[in-house]
Every structure is written in structure tokens, then in C-alpha cells.
């Protein structure tokens, strides 16, 4: 069975841009989450989405959003690119909502912004 | 600024010592995880501690929950090289958020 996937791989923006991030779940699953991994940090915990629905927030500026479709792929959004937002984007699925439930994250997506 | 701190941050060791990889918090977890991560790819789940005071073993790897499920410790028996990469502890606070730790990156030198 195949796993999270992501795309693109590599994207590079320059400052004030936007940009889509996306990814597909594992099959089966209905619930992803969004995390951002600046260099030399651990995973920051952006979104999670439920059955189409946001059921967490982290700390991000509202130019970060997101949104799930009907076949459970989702997309992260980022506007007006800001230097510090170059990082590794992770997407990870779950079977069920919840911080608990075990999550299997895809290999990211690495975001420079220029 | 991360709720979970890791400690250390860094470590370089021989093949066949062990180790103690420390995560620390203030705030109370309704469960704690570890991940390994290695480059280019995400993190991968190594084992879900729920109870204070909880410990699991995983092979070489023993993993035990705070009492007062604050903080958690890893200790690996026997380090080998492939066990090298970037370890990440993550706590769960309420339903939806995982916060994670800080990482510390082992190296196993064969």
C-alpha cells in the first residue's frame, strides 16, 4: 500500500508569494494534519482536518490555511511568503481525529523562500 | 518556542555504548510519543506511552513516561549505526495537538 505522498518535493519562492502544498493520505484514512519543520527544530503542529472539517489550530498567522476534499487529500496554504517560512512541510494521516491516534507522515515538502 | 525540550541535543557515540535521550516539560501530556527521523524523510512512530510511570520496551530501546507524565525518557542498550538519526519526542495536550520536542540527533560511529 502506498504511503503519505506529497507534492511538489522541492519549491522555491520568493518573498510576498504563494504557495500550495499538497498531499494524499493513506488509503483509508480521514484525517490530516499539517506540520512545519524549520531546520534544526522539531515539528510544529499547524492544522489538522477531520472529515473535510478543521478539528485543531496551532499557533500560525492566518496567512496559513488549509482545506480537505471529499477523497481526504488536502492542501496547505501559505500567503505573502515571509523569509521564515522556509521549512519542511509535513502532512501526516491518521485512521480517526485525534493527537493520539497514530500518525504516518510523508516525506514533506521543502519550502525556501528567497 | 516548543513546550518539549530534549536532551541532549547532540550526540556522537561509539557502537556498542548506551544512551539516555531526555524530553522535559512543565506541562502535563495525556500521552507521550517518540519518532525517529531520518533525512529527506518524515517521522516514523516508535512507541506511545499513556500512563505515568509507564515503560516499553521496543528491542534494543526502552521508553518510560513520567510519573506525573511531564517529561519521558529513551534509553538504547547496545547503540548500533543504525540507529543513527534525529529522534523526536511529542506530547499530546487535548484532543487534536501534538506538540513535539526539540530533537536530538545520534550518531552511532561503527
Known amino acids: 500500500d502506498a504511503g503519505v505522498t506529497q507534492s511538489p518535493t522541492h519549491l522555491i519562492k520568493t518573498r510576498g508569494q504563494q504557495v500550495t502544498l499538497r498531499c494524499s493520505p493513506i488509503s483509508g484514512h480521514k484525517s490530516v494534519s499539517w506540520y512545519q519543520q524549520v531546520l534544526g527544530q522539531g515539528p510544529q503542529f499547524i492544522f489538522q482536518y477531520y472529515e473535510k472539517e478543521e478539528r485543531g489550530r496551532g499557533n500560525f498567522p492566518d496567512r496559513f490555511s488549509a482545506r480537505q476534499f471529499p477523497n481526504y487529500s488536502s492542501e496547505l496554504n501559505v500567503n505573502a511568503l515571509l523569509l521564515g517560512d522556509s521549512a519542511l512541510y509535513l502532512c501526516?494521516?491518521?485512521?480517526?481525529?485525534?493527537?493520539?491516534?497514530?500518525?504516518?507522515f510523508g516525506p514533506g515538502t521543502r519550502l525556501t523562500v528567497l | 518556542t516548543q513546550l518539549l525540550e530534549q536532551s541532549p541535543q547532540f550526540l556522537s557515540i561509539q557502537e556498542g555504548e548506551n544512551l539516555t535521550v531526555y524530553c522535559n516539560s512543565s506541562s502535563v501530556f495525556s500521552s507521550l510519543q517518540w519518532y525517529r527521523q531520518e533525512p529527506g524523510e518524515g517521522p516514523v512512530l516508535l512507541v506511545t506511552?499513556?500512563?505515568?510511570?509507564e515503560v516499553k520496551k521496543l528491542k534494543r530501546l526502552t521508553f518510560q513516561f513520567g510519573d506525573a507524565r511531564k517529561d519521558s525518557s529513551l534509553h538504547i542498550t547496545a547503540a548500533q549505526p543504525g540507529d543513527t538519526g534525529l529522534y523526536l519526542c511529542a506530547g499530546a495536550i487535548g484532543a487534536n495537538n501534538l506538540f513535539f520536542g526539540t530533537g536530538t540527533r545520534l550518531t552511532v560511529i561503527p
Open positions: 501526516a494521516s491518521s485512521l480517526i481525529a485525534g493527537a493520539t491516534d497514530t500518525q504516518y
Open positions: 506511552v499513556v500512563t505515568g510511570g
